[in-house]
């Protein structure tokens, strides 16, 4: 369980691509003002046909992208998450989370439930006291609530989002500039 879960966020939206495009709309924007941000965000695969959204992360630092899903589902299910792409990212930027100033993770789903995935992404940050960002699977919200109680809960709003992380003393969304 989380110790530290009062420094996690929740961006809720109807719409999750909505909220993972401000997330990496914002994670760029405060790199350009010289902020830190380690983390990834989610690019949707663009495959007709698919009940799985499972697609490509984006690593917010290097613009790696890791695909994180299946061509074809494992027999008895329809999702086609690739839990080694999820893995692989997640190693890429762990050693990263400790020179940020935020991290920006794209979502506490299927596999961070089962303590997967992000989930070794999720713990660092809580451990060194950084301001998480992240969106939550609808059908994961129960579990991620275990995890992380005192979460906040916020609207798709680029100045909330910068006020929550902190961030709003050192850099306002839409200005130019860098760190003060």
Not at 153 to 176: N, Q, R, Y
Request: charged letters at 20%; aromatic letters at 6%.
């Amino acid at each position: 369980m989380a110790t530290n879960a009062g420094r996690i966020a929740v961006v809720t939206a109807a719409d999750n691509d909505i909220a993972q495009k401000l997330l990496a709309s914002l994670a760029a924007e405060w790199r350009r003002a010289g902020l830190k941000v380690a983390g990834l965000t989610t690019e949707a695969h663009g495959l007709a046909d698919r009940s799985c959204s499972a697609g490509i992360l984006c690593d917010i630092a290097t613009g790696v992208r890791f695909r994180i899903y299946l061509d074809e589902p494992p027999a008895g299910t329809s999702c086609h998450l690739d839990g080694s792409g999820v893995s692989s990212a997640c190693a890429a930027i762990i050693d990263r989370i400790a020179d940020s100033d935020v991290v920006v993770l794209s979502k506490f789903g299927k596999l961070e439930a089962q303590q997967k995935g992000l989930y070794p992404a999720f713990e660092a940050a809580l451990m060194m006291g950084k301001p998480i960002l992240t969106t939550v699977a609808r059908k994961h919200r129960d579990t991620f609530t275990a995890y992380a109680p005192q979460a906040t809960s916020l609207e798709p709003d680029a100045a909330a989002i910068t006020a929550w992380c902190g961030l709003g003393g050192v850099f306002a969304p839409g200005a130019a500039g860098s760190r003060r």
